[in-house]
């Protein structure tokens, strides 16, 4: 079989894509039941009524109150959480996963991409950008890709072939982001596994 620049690089990336997505999906999921359920059942003394029954107590508008904040509040640590200090939280990770995914197609398939605004906050915009960066993927013609095999590529001062660009660079940067981003929902406690990184076969 001959080489495919493009089998290579746009299927593995939405495949990757699609698995960020369903990281972020586990996270989402927990930080609902993680944050509600310590939450639910706290109580200030011992002899006075939980959560729970305040909130029974209480009317439908502060119910909802309640749940509404407590559901940003636990989303909002999580996507903003890190490995370590001088690294980019959950947020940036996702962020660059998604440009180093559409900018080999910009680069190898010498087409134009609208850019992000770099100003996602929670999981529900999170999933857009991911959801956007497969569409444009999806859209590329593959002979576009495979043609630039031997077209040089320059980049922020750096300069490869096609093929070494996607080996080297692209697919290696896409999934050192993958992988951080994985590693900070796992460091927080979301339960997923190598399954889960490895995502659903095709």
Same mark, same amino acid.
């Given at each position: 079989m001959p080489f495919s620049l493009y089998e290579i690089t746009v299927p593995v990336f939405i495949h990757g894509?699609?698995?960020?997505?369903?990281?972020?999906?586990?996270?989402?999921?927990?930080?609902?039941?993680?944050?509600?359920?310590?939450?639910?059942?706290? !109580? =200030? $003394?011992? *002899? /006075? +009524? &939980?959560?729970? @029954? %305040? #909130?029974q107590k209480a009317s439908d508008a502060a119910r909802l109150l309640v749940v509404r904040l407590v559901k940003f509040d636990g989303e909002s640590k999580l996507i903003t959480s !890190? =490995? $370590?200090? *001088? /690294? +980019? &939280?959950?947020? @940036? %990770? #996702?962020?660059?996963?998604?440009?180093?995914?559409?900018?080999?197609?910009?680069?190898?398939?010498?087409?134009?991409?609208?850019?992000?605004?770099?100003?996602?906050a929670t999981f529900e915009q999170l999933h857009a950008r991911i959801s956007e960066t497969i569409k444009f993927l999806e859209s590329v013609d593959p002979k576009?890709?495979?043609?630039?095999?031997?077209?040089?590529?320059?980049?922020?001062?750096?300069?490869?072939?096609?093929?070494?660009?996607?080996?080297?660079?692209?697919?290696?940067?896409f999934y050192f982001h993958l992988t951080t981003a994985y590693s900070i929902l796992r460091k927080d406690g979301v339960q997923i596994g190598k399954a889960d990184f490895l995502g659903k076969k095709n």
């Amino acid at each position: 079989m001959p080489f495919s620049l493009y089998e290579i690089t746009v299927p593995v990336f939405i495949h990757g894509l699609k698995t960020l997505s369903h990281l972020l999906d586990v996270g989402t999921e927990q930080v609902k039941f993680d944050g509600e359920s310590k939450l639910i059942t706290s !109580r =200030l $003394v011992e *002899d /006075q +009524g &939980d959560l729970v @029954f %305040q #909130v029974q107590k209480a009317s439908d508008a502060a119910r909802l109150l309640v749940v509404r904040l407590v559901k940003f509040d636990g989303e909002s640590k999580l996507i903003t959480s !890190r =490995l $370590v200090e *001088d /690294q +980019g &939280d959950l947020v @940036f %990770q #996702v962020q660059k996963a998604s440009d180093a995914a559409r900018l080999l197609v910009v680069r190898l398939g010498k087409v134009e991409s609208a850019t992000f605004a770099n100003d996602e906050a929670t999981f529900e915009q999170l999933h857009a950008r991911i959801s956007e960066t497969i569409k444009f993927l999806e859209s590329v013609d593959p002979k576009q890709i495979d043609q630039a095999e031997s077209d040089i590529i320059e980049w922020n001062g750096q300069k490869l072939i096609g093929s070494a660009y996607a080996v080297q660079f692209a697919i290696p940067n896409f999934y050192f982001h993958l992988t951080t981003a994985y590693s900070i929902l796992r460091k927080d406690g979301v339960q997923i596994g190598k399954a889960d990184f490895l995502g659903k076969k095709n």
